[in-house]
C-alpha cells in the first residue's frame, strides 16, 4: 500500500465560530488506496486528539506503523483496493496543518492563536475535500475526538455521506472528560519551562516538558478505568523498585511515568492546550435547541460503537445520540452496540477484532 | 462539647516495618466526652488521608467544625455523653504528630524520613491508648485511609476492641487510586519551589505549591465518579468566562482550581507524600498468605459500608473483606451494607443521613 502524504495551502479566510478569522491556513493529510474516477469512493477517517494524519502503513526507519493500521491496507476492513481512505491533520495540531506554533512563514502565534472547535476543523477539511473534487464521500468514520468531528460533519454537511461511523465517543463533553484536561492545562501552565507559550521550538525534543508529562499521565488515567487496571497492572511492584523507597513504584506507575515522558517529547504543549479546548466545548446541541433539534439534520445511517468501560465518553452518551435519532424518527438509520472489552477508552485503538465486523456492515 | 487536644512525647524507639527505627516520637490527638472510670467507653476515630485529629467540634475563631462534627458530639451517633472519643493525628502528617517536616527539637528528615505504613501508624497510636488507660476500646472507626487504620487494627490487635468499623475503604489499595497519588507525588516532586524536599517551613503559607495544587486536583477527580460529576456540574460554564477564550472555565474546573489551590496552602507536601505512600502500599495480606489467612484474625464484629460510586475504594473490594471473612467461618461477625449516594468516594464526609444509622447498630 502506498502512502501519500501532502500539504495543501489555503490563501482564503476561514471563518472560525468564535468570530476570529484566519486569513490563509494549510492542512498535511495522507491518502492510500486511488481516488476512482467519479471521485466516490472516499472514505474520511478523523483522528483523535493525539493522532496525526499518518492514520496507516509504517514510513521507512519507522518502528510503529499508523494509529489505526490493522483496519486500514489492502484487504483490511477499509480496503484500499477499493476505497481512497483519506485521514487529515486537524488545524490546531502539531503535525503539518496549521497551529499555534505553524502559522506559515510568518511568526507562531502561541497563545494568540484563535480557539478552536470541533466545527472549524472539519470546516476546514471540506474545503480539501471539496479541493480535491470529493464532493460526496462513501463513508466518514472516527473515534474519540474523531468520533465527534464525524457527528459533526452529519449535522452539518448532511449531504456529504451517507455513512458516519462513531467509536468511543460523545455529542458533548461532559464534566469527566473536562476535568481530566483541566490536569493537562495545568501541569503544561505551571511549568516554567512553559515560559507563557514562549518556548523554543526545540526546547522539548530530548526532554519534553514535565508538566505536561504530568498531564499526559492524568490522561492515560482517563483512557483506563478501575476495573481495566485491575487487569492491565494489578498492583504488581516494580522488580527493581523496592516497597519501602519512597519513590518506589508499582507498574501501573511506571506505564504512566514512560508513556507520560515519552508523549511530551513529541506531541507540542500548545496544540495540546487548543485541542482539548475544542474537545471540552464540543457540544452538538450548541447552536440547536436540543439534541433532537441537532441530529434532526442527519441524513446519513449512523454507527454508534461504544465500550463498556469507557469511562470518559460512556457508553450511557452514545445512547443517548441513538435514543434521539429514534426519538425524532430516524430509528431506521441508527445502529448502536456496546462492546464488552477490559481497555476501557482505548479500546477503539485495540481490540479491533471486537468491532471491526460493525465497521465493515457500515460500510456496505 | 468540650474540646482537648494534646500532644504526648514518647521517648522510647518505633521499630517501623520497614526496618527503620524511630528513636522517639510524638502524637497530637483531641478527644471529646470523658473517659469513664474504668476506661472502657472509648470510641477510636481515624482519620483519613488529608484528616487531623480535629475530628469535631469548632475552634474559637474558626469558621468550620471538624471533619466528621456531624457525628461526634452530644446526643449525636457517637454520643460524647455516653463515649470518649479520641482521634490521633497520624505519624508523618503535618497537624503536630511526628512526620518528615517536624522532628522534635531537631532538623526535619525531610526526605529521609523513613517511609511509613498504615501499621506503624497502627502501632504508633497503640502506644498512645495505653499510655492513657485504654487496653480494651468500645468501638474503633474510620473512612477510607481511616478505614483501613480501622481494618488494620482488627486484624493485629484483634483484643483491643469488638467492633470495627470502615467505610469507603478497601483490603488493600488498587493500581487505580495507585495511579492518582502518582499524578500528586509528580506535581509535587517536579515543582522547582519544591527544592527536592529542602524548601522552607513557611514557604507555601501564601502560595501553595502549584504542583501540588494540580495534584490534589486530581485527587479531587478521584473522590468523584463521571456519574457524581454529571449531577454536581454538567456542562456549566463559569458566568464570567467566555467560552473561546482559551483558559475560560466549565464550573468543574474552577471547583477543582479553588480546593487544589487552597488546599496546597495548608498541607505540607511532604507529609503527603509519605502518607500516600503509606496508603498505595497498604495490603493486608502482605504479611499473610492470603486475605483469608490474615482476616481470620479478627475476633470483632466488622461493620463495612461501601458507597455506589466511589471509584477509589470501590464496594466489589469491600465486598471481598466480606466475602473473605464469611469463608472463614466469620458470616455472623460481619455487616455489610453498599450505600446509594451520587457524591462517590466523598459520601462519607457527606451524606451523613445515609449511612449514621449502621454505626448507630454497630455501636450498640
Redesign the interface.
Known sequence: MEIVTATEQFDEPLYL????ILDSFKLTYETYGELNEDKSNAIVVFHALTGSHHAAGRYENDSKSGWWNPLIGEDKILDTKKYFVICVNVLGSCFGSTGPMSNGDKEPLR?KF??ITISDMVASQMKLFKRLGIEKAHAIIGGSMGGMQALCCAVEYPAFTERVICLASTY?????A???N??A???I????RFENGHYGKDDFVNEGL??F??GR??G??SF???HS??S????NYVETDG?????GR?Q??RY??YN?HNFAKRFDPLSY??II?AM??F?ATRNYDSLEHSLHHIKAKMTLIAFKED?LF?PREMEEIKNTLVNVGRGNQVGYVCIDSDYGHDAFLIEYDKFDFYIEKALK
Chains 1, 2 share one sequence.
Do not use: C
Open positions: 465560530e468564535s468570530g476570529r497563545l484563535p480557539v458533548a463533553t461532559q464534566a469527566w473536562i476535568a481530566f483541566r490536569l492545562m495545568e501541569g501552565v505551571n511549568d516554567p514535565f508538566g508529562a504530568v499521565m492524568a492515560h488515567i483506563l478505568s478501575p487496571m485491575d492491565k497492572f494489578g498492583r516497597i519501602y523507597e519512597l519513590f508499582f501501573v506507575e504512566m511515568e507520560g492546550l487548543y479546548k471540552n466545548i457540544d469511562k460512556r
